[in-house]
């Protein structure tokens, strides 16, 4: 009799994963690159510029082919962009062409969901993100903070298992950031979803995240930390003495590649 | 009538003061010349005498008719042209292997100034309407394929990837996403290739036609008659002018998103 008990999969899992580019010559970003993401986590990549946090993302998106390796989400090996994993950069990428209802429709209306059923989670997803009144506007017509509010909303509206966030909130002033995080979080706790959000924002990554992987200058090498903050969290946390000196640890490893 | 009233017209006034003063400059120059220079009347007519010769065609018809034929020419070539320079500028510009084998061909033709193709049309083709469509056709072609290909090769890698993040695919991913973030740059070529087929048009229409604007300059210089060349080249400045403008205002109108996002096309 077999007593074995199958253990499924996480979620996403980095096998051995190498990233190379050739640009001239051969440059290495990630080398042998192993590692493990459990569904419904919000992971933060935390990493000195240049170490490959940017593309260890568009890889995982099916962007750029890893050159060794493979990327695995729910056992499968990611080949290309797909659906099931939603991508919000910095640069927000909206189609300047559409309106903010449209954007946020694009995947529904590629999907050929009903006009109803579109119209619905579109409305939904103005509601959550604050920009009823902004439905017919167009990306230029808005400010940064509420682009990036419209890109959340357009890769959210296929409701994917995995959602990626290149430094989303990078070019946004400290209030809108702040904004954008309580958004993050609410639209999280909504959807059941796991998050890689890559930031150089050690702060950010403590206030967001149930863990952190802190990637080092070093080819692939780095390392996981468990945020010991429950959840939810307060405003005003990042003041307490007990995040400071943990946000003051994480600045030290994360400045020292320890 | 209120101040708003009075506001709002002299606005008006100010705007069409705008418009005109140029135009009006060039015919007080163009005036004082013919009259104070000693230049012989029959060289260089004064402006009211052309302001007749201009009445005159258009009362007898002969320029309504000889506009509407110069047009119809150039609206085919430019539909011709326009179309297969947006096909093929789809294909070179995202095909790499079109791009290969036909762009170094394309850009070959493209340094020809599209004139300089009208008497091998003439020769091959003869002197009917096929040849003038050809001619019009070629001087459409080339600025819509540059500026498609140009538009479609060189939209964000960014916006490609959010749309295949978001299910686009083939069909979608062309008609939803390329063409819409290339079409600036489409809209410049057309808007090049406007005035490229009424240029050619008209060196058509001179090298051998029976009716257009062409035809009536040429007749007009045959006979002599300055005021006449004159009053054709009004019309075609006009025509210039008036397709410009027209197809910005309809540009604008129906893509309003890319007076947000680029310089006016």
Same mark, same amino acid.
């Given at each position: ?258 | !009538?209120?101040?708003?009233?009075? %506001? ?17 400059? +060039?015919?007080?120059?163009?005036? !004082? ?16 005498? +052309? ?70 049309? +003439? $020769? ?8 003038? +469509? ?20 060189? $939209? ?58 062409? %035809? ?6 045959? $006979?002599?008659?300055?005021?006449? !060349?004159?009053?054709? !080249? ?32």
């Amino acid at each position: 009799m077999n007593n074995a008990v199958s253990v499924p999969e996480p979620l996403l899992v980095f096998d051995d994963v190498t990233i190379a580019y050739t640009n001239g010559s051969v440059v290495t970003v990630f080398e042998r690159f192993s590692f493990a993401v459990e569904e419904r986590l919000f992971l933060a990549v935390l990493g000195p510029s240049g170490c490959g946090k940017s593309s260890l993302l568009h890889a995982t998106a099916g962007f750029i082919r890893p050159t060794a390796g493979m990327i695995r989400m729910k056992g499968k090996s990611i080949s290309e962009p797909s659906i099931e994993i939603g991508f919000v950069s910095q640069r927000y990428a909206l189609f300047p062409w559409l309106s903010v209802e449209g954007n946020i429709a694009f995947g529904l209306r590629s999907q050929k969901r009903p006009e109803t059923e579109v119209l619905e989670s579109v409305d939904s997803l103005l509601d959550i993100i604050g920009l009823a009144a902004q439905r017919h506007y167009y990306p230029d017509q808005l400010s940064g903070g509420m682009q990036q509010r419209v890109a959340l909303a357009r890769a959210m509206a296929l409701n994917p298992p995995l959602l990626l966030l290149d430094e989303p909130f990078a070019a946004l002033d400290t209030e809108t950031r702040r904004k954008m995080q309580d958004l993050l979080l609410r639209l999280w706790g909504v959807r059941a979803t796991t998050i890689l959000f890559v930031t150089h924002d050690v702060e950010e990554a403590l206030l967001l995240a149930d863990r952190i992987l802190l990637l080092t200058a070093v080819r692939g090498s780095g390392r996981t930390v468990d945020v010991p903050f429950r959840r939810p969290r307060q405003r005003g946390l990042e003041h307490s003495d007990a995040f400071q000196e943990f946000r003051t640890r994480m600045s030290l490893q994360f400045e020292t590649g320890a | !009538m209120d101040y708003h009233d009075l %506001y709002s017209l002299r606005a008006i006034v100010r705007r069409v003061g705008k418009v005109c003063a140029p135009f009006l400059l +060039v015919i007080g120059i163009w005036a !004082m010349a013919s009259r104070l220079s000693g230049i012989n009347p029959a060289l260089l007519p004064r402006p009211m005498e +052309v302001a007749n010769a201009l009445k005159d065609l258009l009362v007898s018809g002969s320029l309504i008719w000889d506009l509407l034929w110069s047009l119809r020419r150039a609206a085919l070539g430019l539909a011709c042209g326009g179309a297969l320079g947006l096909l093929v500028g789809t294909f070179t510009g995202r095909i790499g292997a079109f791009n290969w084998l036909l762009a170094p061909a394309f850009n070959g033709f493209r340094a020809l100034p599209p004139v300089a193709i009208v008497p091998l049309v +003439v $020769v091959w083709a003869g002197l009917g309407e096929p040849a003038k +469509v050809f001619i019009t056709s070629w001087a459409a072609f080339f600025p819509v394929w540059l500026n498609t290909h140009a538009g479609v090769s060189s $939209v964000d890698k960014m916006i490609i990837w959010a749309a295949r993040s978001l299910g686009a695919r083939r069909e979608r991913l062309l008609f939803a996403v390329t063409f819409p973030a290339a079409l600036a740059q489409i809209l410049v070529g057309l808007r090049l290739a406007i005035s490229s087929t009424l240029i050619c048009v008209i060196v058509a229409e001179m090298t051998g036609a029976y009716v257009g604007l062409g %035809y009536r300059l040429q007749t007009a210089y045959l $006979v002599f008659r300055v005021d006449r !060349m004159l009053a054709c !080249m009004v019309v075609l400045g006009a025509v210039g002018a008036f397709s410009d403008r027209l197809f910005n205002f309809v540009a604008s109108r129906a893509f309003p998103w890319i007076a947000l996002t680029h310089d006016r096309p």
